[in-house]
Nanobody, 118 residues
Framework: QVQLVESGGGLVQPGGSLRLSCAAA????????MGWYRQAPGIPAKQREL??????????NYADSVKGRFTASRDNAKNMSYLQMNSLKPEDTGVYYC?????????WGQGTQVTVSS
């Protein structure tokens, strides 16, 4: 079992930055790929948008909409993943979720709200 807790969300003006963190707790000796997803207002959970994935060896994949603005990273020793978000736009608004794959199961955090507005 893996518990994921996101933090770092908030209200930011367009062009601003936020850094999200995801802490993984539990029997998690070797968590596999971790990901960041977001759910825009009014969009159902099944249509969460992939933002970035990062493998245990730090191979990273980004959605086209965030390339060049967002940077994903992880610290395997601390079982943490991070999402540095720069040049934020109003369309980046949503609830950001962390997920992780461990022993062939996918786990999700509770989400953290990011609002980009002037």
């Amino acid at each position: 079992q893996v518990q994921l807790v996101e933090s770092g969300g908030g209200l930011v003006q367009p062009g601003g930055s936020l850094r999200l963190s995801c802490a993984a707790a539990g029997n998690n000796v070797a968590i596999g790929t971790m990901g960041w997803y977001r759910q825009a207002p009014g969009i159902p959970a099944k249509q969460r948008e992939l933002v970035a994935t990062i493998t245990r060896s730090s191979s990273i994949n980004y959605a086209d909409s965030v390339k060049g603005r967002f940077t994903a990273s992880r610290d395997n020793a601390k079982n943490m993943s991070y999402l540095q978000m720069n040049s934020l736009k109003p369309e980046d608004t949503g609830v950001y979720y962390c997920n992780a794959i461990y022993q062939f199961n996918t786990y999700w955090g509770q989400g953290t709200q990011v609002t980009v507005s002037s």
